[in-house]
């Protein structure tokens, strides 16, 4: 699709199509994430628990959701 003055504003693809574009866009942005997620601190088993804990029991006890 065009507009008035002549400029792509639209176009229509099959949903195939769309859908492999759709999936390389989110593998693109998962390996973004894991690279730049390399350099964040790690938790061992029992930290990663404990902070589960504190997610489970809500703002009013200070900690806040993801």
Known sequence: MTSESGDVVAVIIDIATFRRM????????????????????????????????????GPENGSVRI
């Open 22 to 57: 759709e999936a390389i866009i989110e593998d693109y942005g998962l390996v973004h994430f894991m690279k730049e997620a390399e350099s964040d601190e790690t938790l061992s088993r029992e930290d990663a628990i404990e902070y589960l804990r504190t997610l489970e029991e």
